[in-house]
């Protein structure tokens, strides 16, 4: 099992910055990548971004690119987004998420390649 944690949510306003933490423990050596998604209301969980835990590569959604930083400290077993120049539309509950090296085939986009998920944290950007 593998729990997350995630920090850093809140209310900020439109053109800001904002960092969220996610702290990893338990299981931690079989995490192959980890992720962030966010689900605003109404609407489904959407992607945001991925870091795999060895090499560091990442990958973003189209409409976070060049705004949001994926990163990670694995001495830390902590993965981090920095979220700027945040805009209304950014406004959601962003997730954590952990994909073991077992779900390794499936696409990093979707949330059912990731088994293990933080219980969220509210980011809210006012105009």
């Known amino acids: 099992q593998v729990q997350l944690v995630e920090s850093g949510g809140g209310l900020v306003q439109a053109g800001g910055s904002l960092r969220l933490s996610c702290a990893a423990s338990g299981r931690t050596f079989s995490v192959y990548a980890m992720g962030w998604f966010r689900q605003a209301p109404g609407k489904e969980r959407e992607f945001v971004a991925v870091i795999s835990w060895i090499g560091g590569s990442t990958n973003y959604a189209d409409s976070v690119k060049g705004r949001f930083t994926i990163s990670r400290d694995n001495a830390k077993s902590t993965v981090y987004l920095q979220m700027n120049s945040l805009k209304p539309e950014d406004t959601a509950v962003y997730y954590c998420?952990?994909?073991?090296?077992?779900?390794?085939?499936?696409?990093?986009?979707?949330?059912?390649?990731?088994?293990?998920w933080g219980q969220g944290t509210q980011v809210t950007v006012s105009s």
């Open positions: 998420a952990a994909r073991p090296a077992a779900y390794s085939s499936g696409s990093y986009y979707y949330p059912r390649s990731y088994k293990y």
